[in-house]
């Protein structure tokens, strides 16, 4: 596996405890001041304002936002598939210290599929319809590692065997639109880590399925993650998912971080008034309450976005200084940043 | 709007008997052969006026077939539903028409159900154009007006067409334009689905101000088990066209006696990461059967660790075996109930019961 054995231990952590904090483990993916614009008719769109982040050996990562949040098209520039001829990518990403915005076709190819790889939402649309699965996921070791035909397929085989799909020998030749939705889902988990990636980013996997599906799902990641010590980065809404893998946790609003800790301490004592109203609005499964506490408005319209903090129209805490000053990403405990003016406050209101 | 359905709040205003809906398919595979996918097969349960039944199932359960069975967009192939007394399915022209307007429906999609064409005012007035003594002519910009407020919409974008609205907001006039008609009973289909999250707590709150407030009945379909939990009175869990278990809300969740219940509950994600890992989980194999093929006897038994020989032979009846509300399940008394998730006490070793499900239903 191409898990680079090379770990440099942090000094403190030698004669420290052993534990494995965020913290002191080696930072192979470096996302600096992201930026991602589209060019549209009715004016620009940053969808993704200027985002910081870093994931270390074998996180677990989630960025937790709502749609047009930029959580998606973020990690979509990262990989190099932001197909839109309108859009603009700027800032930087370094994988292993080597900068991959704006980078040649070598080294995306290199990387992408190869070292960092990617399960999405939506399976049947990234499946190829008119190839079949086994084909699909054999094409990565023939592309990649210029297999045989026949190697190939066994590799295949194996793949969809750990996966857990059924039946492995006869379904290599069944085409996607045979398969459920979960089933689809895993033929694209086994595609992903088909070249033993370091990294594996899924974009939404579980939401297009039953909820008892979406177990599976997750299970079967995380397992994998396990296994092979994968990085990974989980892009969600859903509140629930991110407490049950996440490590860390970013939080993004209209195309901007707003919070970022470790997930325990966020779930705890949110640190900015849009995850501390985003948590308290989920309905709960073990009691029934007699009214939800609701986060008041919507989301802001990505060509007109609001002066200053761009969550303040919705914001409980509001002052007027956040009608002016854009709040910025500033650490406010340790391993905590909160892009928000009252952040201390925030947090000790629970 | 209308007090009436106020007063007799707790009558039963819809019975559904032995519902039944089949759905022919055809198969150009070497031979014609013919199909049917068993979509409702067999649902009888009881709505009162004033209280939200919520059915809960995964897709492929029957939950949206049987709604349009009930808007009557589709015959049903057997079984009766009394509405106010009357079999809905048994009603002259002149009745079905009354009938469409005493059942109404919020559907999943703000953005496809609503007419891009048509302005806010446009599509909340459009139904008093087919059933124009609702409210009459002059009266009816003051009642758009008066929905809009009620659905916490402004009043002075009546103009203003769909696409200028959010996802919520266009949600919220969906919902407006199911009260233009004053209706009994409205069927809510995955109502918040597609609303961002930090929304679906405003709409869901709605839906419950609007039932306090008029009366309403809800039929509340929906695959979230937790948004279901926080609407319903009764809930119903569906699997494969049948329901498997139903009772209060509070019985269901606290006291799931089906194993395919206790199943999807324990499957849901827990929003506390001090949980994690210390949950019971019940993993089930695989996906549903095919409903064009069910299983013989009871049809979760495919996938159920507590599955016997008696599972395969007979069906099980949707009735309490004392363990105070209706399951489904042969062996319902007899299933420690797994605790809905953060129930589990720190620490405390997983029931038996669930600790040989997880081991017999795991994927290897």
Redesign the interface.
Known sequence: MPVPDVTIPHPATAAGPTTDTAAERERILEVADLHVDFATAAGLVRAVDGISYSLGTGEALAILGESGSGKSVGVRALMGILRDPNSRVRGSVRFHGEELVGAGDGLLRRTRGERIAMVFQDALSALNPVMSVGDQIAEMFRTHRGMAWGDGRRRAIELMERVAIPDARRRVDAYPHQFSGGMRQRVMIAMAIALDPEVLIADEPTTALDVTVQAQIMELIMELRQERRMSLILITHDVGVVAEVAERLIVMYAGRIVEHGATLDVYDAPGHPYTRGLLASIPQLDQRTDRLDAIQGTPPDPLAMPPGCAFHPRCPFVEAVCRVDVPPLRAVQPDRDSACHFAEAVIDAG | MRAEPLARRGEVLLRVEGLVKYFPVRRALGLWTTETVKAVDGLSFELRRGETLGLVG??GCGKSTLARVLMLLEPPTSGRAMFDGRDIFALNRRERFDLRRRIQVVFQDPYDSLHPRMTAEQLISEPWEIHSDVVPRRERPTRVRDLMERVGLNPSRARDYPHQF?G??RQRIGIARALALEPDLIICDEPVSAL???????V??LF?TIQADLGLTYIFIA?????V??VSDRVAVMYLGGIVESGE??AV?DHASHPYTQ??????????????GRRT?I??A??PPSPTNPPSGCRFRTRCWKATQLCADEVPALVDRGQGHPAACHYASELPSVA????VEPGAPPGPSAAAGRQASR??
Do not use: F, M
Request: hydrophobic share 30%; glycine share 4%.
């Open positions: 995964e897709s959010s919520g907001q961002d999250v930090s929304i679906r707590a405003q869901l709150n419950r695959h979230d088990l937790s948004i939990r926080q809300q509070a969740y199943a999807l509950l324990s499957a849901v994600p827990v929003s506390d990461p001090r949980q994690r989980r993993l089930l695989g996906d809905s998730a953060p129930n994927p290897t």
